[in-house]
């Protein structure tokens, strides 16, 4: 079915305004006034009310009670912040970002940005599950402290005369009723700079961490098929274009690519494919910067477990 | 902090323009109600944040981040209601108006749709819907397009879809 942009266009304008909207703007304006009035008197720091439709929706909370006020207590930090980064998905296991630290530093010419997310998985009854949720945020630990740490040694080395960007956020790029997956991009910026990624899974049904291998089922060689594919991706994408180099046949023998590692990183993309996801460097040269590959459910039908993709 | 002149300026826009800002959420929410909510939720916080607004910043770009954050926001708040009320139905529904190509902007994600409304209906040029966005240039026109795709339309010869 093809959609007729200008049409569109026109149903939009017709979107009617209600008359009563004028004046229940201003009247938000006349209540934030006066709050950031009060709060300048009483001198309270900004970002302390939670970000729930407070003001104008009562009807909201009707019957909800339970489910406003955990996303009310959710807040330590910039609540608009925390709200953009819920994700609610409907059956299983749920998980949230719930807040984030942030790591900051400047030396010199040094500095380094970290944010740490703090994930909690709850059951279907709302009720954190313990040790998930500590397993995922000691893994994220480990590794921001990794980086952390990697930065740090960079500064005491370089006694004040080093030149360098650490910079790590995190996305949610999966969340669907089988699977959430947080990924986190990190860049180190020198002479160079260096992208990497890291995502971490989380399986819906169990609430536990998982990694590709728990896709597939037990035994199966998942691996050799899943980098067949990525090698006659590369060499079509090689043949197609002249700028695309991959390390395939290069001379330096121990570069070429030849099987995927057992903590890949792989998201499940938006229509359900299985993308595996190679670090700047690892398996092209830097320009390519971080290269992932889209593989057809077709390659790994009869091995994957049921669920997880789609084809 | 408190900027009384910011202030004033984000309530003048905001009493311009509320009419698109309606519509922008209008376009998430599909309901009157709802969008009536984002609306006064956004003014409410465009005002209370005036003073982070910082010199050379659109006021219009912010005032369409806020409401897409917003609509956003309750979007999730409601999926949220829907599966803690699953096993009482006895709320009310919403009314939703019948906009059949509106709901064609289904298939979008939040940033795709954000794109396609900024672009062909308030016709913003891409570096401010970038701005909105808070990604670049180039980035921005690949979701156009991507968005482009997913909604297979057919543009007319000299509708082409970017500002050079």
Redesign the interface.
């Known amino acids: 079915?093809?959609?007729?942009?200008k049409?569109?266009?026109m149903?939009?304008?017709n979107?009617k305004?209600?008359e009563?909207?004028?004046q229940?703007?201003?009247?938000?304006?006349e209540?934030?006034?006066s709050?950031?009035e009060k709060d300048?008197v009483t001198n309270r720091s900004?970002g302390k009310k939670s970000?729930?439709?407070r003001?104008?929706?009562a009807r909201?909370c009707?019957?909800?009670a339970?489910?406003?006020l955990a996303?009310a207590i959710l807040v330590n930090m910039n609540a608009?912040v925390a709200?953009?980064m819920?994700?609610?998905p409907?059956?299983g296991a749920i998980v949230r970002v719930i807040n984030f630290r942030a790591y900051l530093s400047q030396d010199g010419k040094m500095e380094a940005k970290v944010r740490i997310p703090n994930v909690q998985v709850e059951n279907q009854e709302g009720e954190v599950m313990e040790s998930p949720t500590k397993n995922l945020n000691d893994n994220i630990q480990a590794y921001t402290d990794e980086i952390i740490a990697a930065y740090e040694e960079d500064v005491r080395a370089a006694g004040g005369e080093g030149v360098q960007a650490v910079d790590l956020d995190y996305e949610v790029v999966t969340d669907n009723e089988k699977l959430f997956s947080l990924q986190f991009h990190q860049t180190v910026t020198m002479a160079d700079s260096s992208q990497s990624e890291r995502i971490y899974h989380i399986d819906k049904a169990s609430g536990e961490m998982i990694t590709l291998k728990d896709l597939f089922q037990e035994g199966a060689d998942y691996k050799t098929s899943i980098s067949k594919n990525i090698k006659e991706q590369m060499k079509a994408q090689m043949e197609r274009d002249d700028s695309k180099i991959y390390w395939l046949d290069s001379e330096i023998e121990e570069d070429n690519f030849e099987t995927i590692a057992d903590d890949v990183d792989f998201y499940i993309s938006?229509s359900g494919k299985l993308t595996i996801v190679f670090d700047e460097y690892e398996v092209a040269p830097g320009y390519m910067g971080v290269v992932s590959f889209e593989i057809p459910t077709d390659a790994v039908a009869d091995m994957v477990k049921e669920g997880y993709l789609t084809v | 902090m408190h900027s009384p002149k910011r202030q004033q300026l984000v309530e003048q826009e905001l009493l311009a323009s509320y009419e698109s800002l309606y519509r922008l959420a209008y376009t998430y929410v599909k309901n009157e109600e709802d969008a009536m909510d984002v609306v006064q939720e956004s003014a409410y916080k465009a005002i209370k944040n005036a003073g982070a607004l910082k010199h050379g910043d659109f006021i219009k770009t912010w005032l369409f981040r806020i409401v897409i954050n917003t609509s956003v926001e309750l979007l999730r708040q409601k999926q949220r209601e829907v599966s803690s009320e699953l096993l009482q139905e006895n709320g009310e529904e919403d009314l939703y108006c019948d906009f059949d190509t509106i709901d064609a902007l289904d298939v979008l994600s939040d940033k795709e749709r954000a794109v396609i409304v900024l672009r062909y209906f308030e016709d913003r040029k891409l570096q401010e819907i970038a701005d909105v966005l808070q990604e670049n240039l180039s980035t921005t026109k690949s979701i156009l397009y991507r968005s482009l795709k997913k909604l297979k339309i057919k543009l007319t010869e000299g509708d082409y879809c970017y500002d050079s």
């Open positions: 079915m093809t959609h007729n942009i049409q569109i266009k149903d939009y304008q979107i305004v209600p009563s909207l004028k229940k703007v201003e009247s938000s304006i209540q934030a006034k709050d950031v300048t900004e970000c729930i439709f003001v104008w929706t909201l009707i019957g909800v339970a489910a406003v996303l608009s709200c953009a819920e994700k609610i409907m059956l938006d």
